[in-house]
């Protein structure tokens, strides 16, 4: 008797930061295809079969993080060497990029045919951004308690956002993963309900394993397996609870303003097990996860238009005493 080896399905959870590719590396070698999270690149095949450098690839695309790119691209190349299939799929940014050219182009918003793919990604888009909007005007002229409800309207939009972006990656990875056993799918933190939309989308035998690349620091620094930042938080309860009220709501929302004050913000490229993304995270978590709603307003209207560093100095100082 034959035994069928079950098909495999591996959701690597990443920071996108440098320091989670050395544990994505060794998920991305034992499977048979890798999945990005990208939208199709010009140039990517052309860059992985090494006829145009990683740095000519990565001059055509807009990375964030230019370390966490260029290490990817390198580890993706070797990967790609050794006979892997590698994917780019991001329908979402995919057609956001569309409507930009769009634009680009001369076309207008009334131009963008209701009931299409490119309606719903801009409706999503356009909202999460008015929403985003709100909150930058809050934050310079109105109450904390104002300001701390534009957080919530933005966390709401922003969930709806995820919401369409997860089902519409689960939708192509359905279709794509059917010939293969075993696929690697790059998915970042917060997109936990790809998993969910995933198994609605693929036959129960298919096995689906979601992994967070940094559980092992995480563990090691928390004794979790991962934590999020308030704002992530609050941005999963609306993707999973979108209609529950909570008083807790509030508090992650002004704790938020604070963490991202607070958290570095730039690329620290140290040794690689020194892992300082995922340390000043849990630091962070920790530090804020101290204060209730009062220490954040009176905290926030003394850091808000003060740098990071400072504003660091000023919360730690008011812990202490």
Not at 76 to 86: L, N
Not at 310 to 317: E, F, G, T
């Amino acid at each position: 008797m034959v035994i069928k080896k079950k098909k495999q399905i591996t959701i690597g959870y990443s920071t996108h930061r440098a320091e989670s590719l050395s544990f994505a590396s060794g998920l991305m070698a034992s499977h048979d295809i890798i999945v990005l999270e990208d939208p199709p690149t010009p140039g990517f095949e052309d860059m992985l079969k090494s006829e145009i450098t990683i740095e000519q690839y990565l001059q055509n695309t807009d990375t964030e993080y230019p370390e966490f790119a260029i290490g990817l691209c390198r580890l993706v190349r070797e990967e790609y060497k050794q006979g892997k299939k590698i994917f780019q799929v991001d329908p979402f940014i995919e057609n956001l990029l569309m409507i930009h050219e769009f634009f680009a182009d001369g076309g207008s918003p009334d131009q963008i045919v209701p009931g299409t793919l490119m309606f719903s990604v801009y409706q999503a888009e356009k909202h999460a951004t008015g929403r985003l909007l709100e909150f930058y005007e809050a934050s310079v002229h109105s109450s904390f308690e104002k300001i701390v409800e534009t957080v919530k309207n933005f966390a709401k939009s922003d969930a709806g956002r995820f919401q369409l972006r997860d089902k519409l990656r689960a939708h192509a990875l359905a279709k794509l993963v059917t010939p293969f056993s075993s696929v690697y799918v790059e998915a970042g933190e917060i997109h936990i309900a790809l998993f969910k939309e995933l198994r609605k989308r693929l036959p129960s035998e298919v096995s689906i394993k979601p992994y967070f690349l940094m559980e092992p620091v995480y563990k090691q620094l928390s004794g979790k397996r991962h934590i999020f930042g308030p704002g992530d938080i609050l941005t999963l309860h609306y993707i999973f609870h979108p209609h529950l009220e909570n008083p807790l709501l509030d508090i992650l929302a002004s704790r938020s303003l604070i963490y991202n004050k607070l958290l570095e913000k730039e690329e620290m490229i140290n040794s690689p097990d020194s892992n300082p993304h995922t340390r000043n995270e849990v630091e962070t978590i920790d530090r804020v996860n101290a204060l209730n709603r009062d220490d954040c307003k009176s905290l926030f209207s003394k850091i808000r238009l003060v740098s990071s560093a400072k504003a660091r100095q000023i919360v730690y100082q008011y812990l202490e005493n």
